[in-house]
């Protein structure tokens, strides 16, 4: 969801760069927003604009595409369409690598995030021209949304940390307003997507989404000239570098769309349920050898390679952590369709607007986690980075749980019956809190106990995790199904055992784990 965006953003600066140039002073020491530079504002609106189309059609993909024809979808199936969604979502956040190195190498970060935003919004210019030319156009958005989206995410929050001159509490702070432009975006889409999209037409949904990136385009050609200058305007590599990274780009964007023209041409078929099955195994193998690389060819000392099985420990349970939260546009918002009283005082809510609920606790208790942690912190009762990484898998696997009881109710009432949206509520409150005790923990573990010459290679390292997660809750989510009612609470169930027996493992490592944390940092 939203949040991990939020506290992945900072720490996705290593794919680029953080440092300020010079000459920038009047840039960096502006206060005219909030007491932060005019730029954080324009970079604020342009994410929460961004993330307002990101999440304004991922709650109506898999609706969209399992609704019938006559009514207007496509008539996949629900394991289809879920396996699609989460081979999308998962190549948005791989994308993030190669876009990183672009922006770096190449563009720099200014023109990365401009371009990003130029192909996302022709990517859902294509979704919704795809009502009136060809379902074909459909699957093209998505593809040029996943490169706008590389482009784009890891260098907006780049250029955060570029308006900065230290890394202290403003610097902090500045990044804590941004990451409410991110959830506040991931909160208001629904509102408006989910009932178009549902109601009128799916198209208009989409457009909807659409029109929110274009508002953020618009907002950032106007300002960027006058609140960011030249910040982050230049690429960091030499003549030589640039040309070899144009050279690459512009040599995978050619086989990439070779290979879309060829797919629409009907020149091959594609099988989304097979594919998503063979990315996880390849993405899985690639870490597995990467982490094998690191080990025995890497160069590591003892203690960093000791560091690194702690890594390897954490980059499982987080895959399994995000195999669960990224449930909620495939099963979950099936559950919510099929299965889920949505009447509200007579009128009945649609099904894309609970997505709203996860970006709405996010924004709520954010800043309560922040005070806990600090408040316990003067107290010296502050729980380790490993003991909150332990609650966040717990509290989402009792947000599971809640969600076996609730395909129980469903069972018991017979064909037809509906459970109440406290059920699903409650869930997405759990899986939230979870969240909030865990992605911010990842992050720091991956910078505390990697080698500095590979921190920013083990930031691809958790983004892989979250992509694996995608991947795998895509493949989980088509399985709730009224046809199938009896696998419901089975599937929820191995869920949340997969949670609470990655946290009883991570107990078990709690002690030796925060110790090695501690001497890496120390030794830092």
Do not use: C
Request: charged share 10%.
């Amino acid at each position: 969801m939203a949040n991990k965006d939020v506290f992945s953003q900072p720490q996705a600066a290593t794919l680029t760069h953080d440092e300020a140039p010079s000459g920038l002073q009047g840039i960096t020491d502006d206060r005219a927003f909030f007491g932060h530079p005019r730029g954080l504002a324009t970079l604020f609106f342009m994410e929460m604009w961004e993330r307002f189309s990101y999440y304004g059609i991922r709650p109506l993909l898999v609706l969209f595409m399992t609704a019938a024809l006559m009514s207007g979808g496509l008539g996949l199936t629900r394991e289809t369409a879920s396996a699609i969604t989460g081979i999308y979502a998962a190549s948005v956040y791989l994308s993030s690598l190669p876009g990183g190195w672009i922006a770096d190498r190449w563009l720099g970060l200014q023109r990365a995030i401009w371009y990003g935003g130029v192909f996302i919004a022709l990517g859902h210019l294509s979704i919704a021209l795809s009502a009136v030319l060809s379902s074909k156009m459909f699957f093209l958005g998505l593809i040029l949304i996943i490169i706008g989206t590389g482009l784009l995410k890891p260098n907006i929050s780049a250029l955060v940390g570029d308006l900065y001159t230290d890394r202290g509490a403003r610097r902090d702070a500045g990044f804590s307003i941004f990451y409410m432009g991110i959830n506040l975006g991931a909160f208001i889409a629904p509102f408006f997507s989910g009932p178009l999209g549902e109601r009128v037409g799916w198209h208009l949904g989409f457009g909807a989404a659409g029109l929110g990136m274009l508002i953020g385009l618009i907002t950032f050609r106007i300002r960027a000239g006058t609140t960011l200058g030249p910040l982050g305007s230049a690429a960091s590599g030499s003549a030589s570098d640039q040309k070899r990274a144009r050279t690459v780009a512009l040599a995978l964007g050619a086989v990439v769309a070779v290979v879309v023209l060829l797919g629409m041409l009907g020149v091959y078929t594609v099988n989304p349920v097979a594919l998503a099955t063979k990315v996880r195994d390849v993405i899985l193998t690639a870490a597995v050898l990467y982490f094998i690389y690191l080990f025995l060819f890497a160069g590591l000392t003892t203690n960093e390679k000791k560091g690194m099985v702690v890594i390897v420990v954490l980059f499982v349970f987080s895959v399994i952590f995000w195999s669960a939260y990224e449930q909620a546009p495939t099963s979950l918002n099936l559950f919510a369709r099929d299965f889920t009283d949505r009447h509200v005082m007579g009128h009945e809510v649609p099904t894309s607007m609970l997505q709203s609920v996860p970006p709405f606790f996010v924004i709520v208790f954010a800043p309560v986690f922040a005070a806990v942690w600090t408040v316990l912190g003067k107290r010296n009762a502050n729980p380790s980075s490993p003991a909150k990484f332990t609650f966040g898998l717990a509290a989402a696997g009792v947000g599971f749980l809640l969600m076996v009881a609730a395909a129980n109710h469903v069972i018991a009432g017979g064909t037809g019956a509906r459970v109440a949206m406290w059920w699903l509520i409650g869930s997405y409150l759990l899986q939230v809190w979870g969240e909030l005790a865990l992605s911010p923990v990842g992050l720091s573990a991956m910078t505390t106990l990697a080698p500095r010459r590979i921190v920013g290679q083990m930031m691809g390292v958790w983004f892989t995790s979250i992509s694996l997660g995608n991947l795998i809750a895509g493949l989980i989510g088509g399985n709730v199904d009224p046809e199938k009612l009896n696998e419901m609470p089975a599937l929820f169930q191995r869920t949340a055992v997969s949670l609470f027996v990655a946290a009883a493992v991570l107990l078990v490592l709690l002690i030796p784990i925060s110790r090695m944390m501690r001497k890496r940092a120390a030794e830092s």
